[in-house]
């Protein structure tokens, strides 16, 4: 990787010695500008998707672009057959190679040999314990693989992420990585008209009433009125709100 890379504003450096004047910069660009300065970093940037309408949109915006950026997903191995499907949809149209990190088996099976297979329903520590194993810990394997970190993150998918900022450093395994939401600032009206614009393949279990999309089972559509992570292991919603709709891959202890 090159030392300096320039990015909107003049910025000219290796994310490690950005300043605090230099983030502020990249919070003030746009969405394409972010994207082709993480590009300048090759391997060590990517976008990490789930594959919502978000990370369609810039898998889209990258190709348009000619950025080559890396597209990185995880795995749980318990995603919906249409997640699966579009995967195979955005590979094919945009003739890249999707990147998956998946569970480390023997910490899968011990957590299945100890609690079983639907662990999450017991209570919400098991839950989180599953979505550790299951997400986060691979999502920290592909970190590890980055400086840069492209994400989703838009400020009308919850409360917990209305905050979240268009750049920031986050720390991971004592060092820092700058986090990216190149589309934090756009309302899903925006990126719907994005997708409708160009054609880009979208996950078709939104026209069924889904808002968030993850594993089968713990996601599911909403109702009328409800937010919009509220099928996101609905049997809590009686109990808490969606700060807890977390699966802790974006909280870190800053809400972010």
Known sequence: MADKHTA???????????????????????????????ADFGERAAIMT?????????IDMAHRAGLGLRVVTVDTLRLHPETYELMAQLEARYH?????????????????????????FDSR?????????????????ALRTLDVWITGLRHDQSRHRSGVPKATWVEKDGRKLLKLAPLVAWPEEEVDAY???????????????????????????????????AGR????????????????????????
Not at 8 to 37: F, Y
Not at 50 to 58: E, I, W, Y
Not at 202 to 226: F, H, M, R, V
Not at 233 to 254: A, L, M
């Open 125 to 141: 520590p098991k839950q989180e314990h599953c979505c550790w194993i299951r997400k986060v810990e691979p999502n920290d394997r």
């Open 50 to 58: 789930s594959f919502q309408k978000t990370g369609c949109v810039m």
């Open 96 to 120: 890249i190679a999707i990147e998956r990190f998946e569970p480390d088996p023997q910490r899968l099976q011990r957590m299945l040999d100890q609690h079983g297979e639907f662990l999450f």
């Open 8 to 38: 909107p504003g003049g910025i000219a450096e290796a994310p490690a010695r950005l300043t605090a004047v230099d983030l502020e910069r990249l919070n003030r660009a746009s969405p394409e500008e972010l994207l082709a300065w993480a």
């Open 233 to 256: 292991w609905r049997w809590f919603n009686q109990y808490e709100g969606d700060h807890k709709k977390e699966c802790g891959i974006h909280v870190d202890g800053s809400g972010i």
């Open 195 to 229: 997708l409708d614009r160009y054609g880009v393949p979208s996950n078709p279990l939104y026209d069924q009433g889904y808002a968030s999309i993850g594993c089968t089972i713990c996601t599911t559509p909403i109702k009328p009125g409800e937010d919009k992570r």
